[in-house]
T-cell receptor
Framework: DAKTTQPTSMDCAEGRAANLPCNHS???????VYWYRQIHSQGPQYIIH???NNETNEMASLIITEDRKSSTLILPHATLRDTAVYYC?????????????FGQGTELSVKP | EAGVAQSPRYKIIEKRQSVAFWCNPI?????LYWYQQILGQGPKLLIQ????????DSQLPKDRFSAERLKGVDSTLKIQPAKLEDSAVYLC??????????????FGPGTRLTVL
């Protein structure tokens, strides 16, 4: 079972920041937080991941609380193309590859 | 860089028939994954290969599903015989190596299977 809890859906106005929350209260010390998104009729796409510190890349920022029990994915200037299902995943550390266990995700609708 | 290729994109079969899906991962990627995504749900891992060896097939219904990656590159996933509940999108993904947490998984477009 997925170890994360996300809202089922969210709306965001085009050009505004989209803040997607995720709860992972049972996360272990060696588990990373990953975010993927899935645009309709496409395969999931990696966005960002982090362990303890906040992370930023060209797509998004990831804010992880100090106790690591929750995180927020921030899309700073949402566009219509950001409409997708966003998955927050806690990934087990393994030398043979940590399994990605997807939950239901958050369906983000960016509106004009 | 070419992405993960899958074929066919769509397949419609009747129950009890057989079907096979093909995946060509990104060149140089040692780890290959097959996921099943039922409508309205997130993808579920069926099997993970490291080169041509199976790392995890705990969620693969082995009475009807089989997968192989004989030369450590391409892979095929087969269902025989298909059931109505097998209707789903079958996603293939690959990563450089399973051993590093920084190796993101790259997904193909998937094969949409409809079992009638």
């Amino acid at each position: 079972d997925a170890k994360t809890t996300q809202p089922t859906s969210m709306d965001c106005a085009e050009g505004r920041a989209a803040n997607l929350p995720c709860n992972h209260s049972t996360i272990s010390g060696n588990e990373y937080v990953y975010w993927y998104r899935q645009i309709h009729s496409q395969g999931p796409q990696y966005i960002i991941h982090g362990l303890k510190n906040n992370e930023t890349n060209e797509m998004a920022s990831l804010i992880i609380t100090e106790d690591r029990k929750s995180s927020t994915l921030i899309l700073p200037h949402a566009t219509l193309r950001d409409t997708a299902v966003y998955y927050c995943i806690v990934r087990v550390a393994s030398n043979q590859g940590g399994k990605l266990i997807f939950g239901q995700g958050t369906e983000l609708s960016v509106k004009p | 860089e070419a992405g993960v290729a899958q074929s066919p994109r769509y397949k419609i079969i009747e129950k009890r028939q057989s079907v096979a899906f093909w995946c060509n991962p990104i060149s140089g990627h040692a780890t290959l994954y097959w996921y099943q995504q039922i409508l309205g749900q997130g993808p579920k891992l069926l099997i993970q290969f490291q080169n041509n060896g199976v790392v995890d097939d705990s969620q693969l219904p082995k009475d009807r599903f089989s997968a192989e990656r004989l030369k450590g590159v391409d892979s095929t996933l087969k269902i025989q015989p298909a059931k109505l509940e097998d209707s789903a999108v079958y996603l293939c993904a690959s990563s450089l190596s399973g051993g590093s947490l920084d190796n993101e998984q790259f997904f193909g477009p998937g094969t949409r299977l409809t079992v009638l």
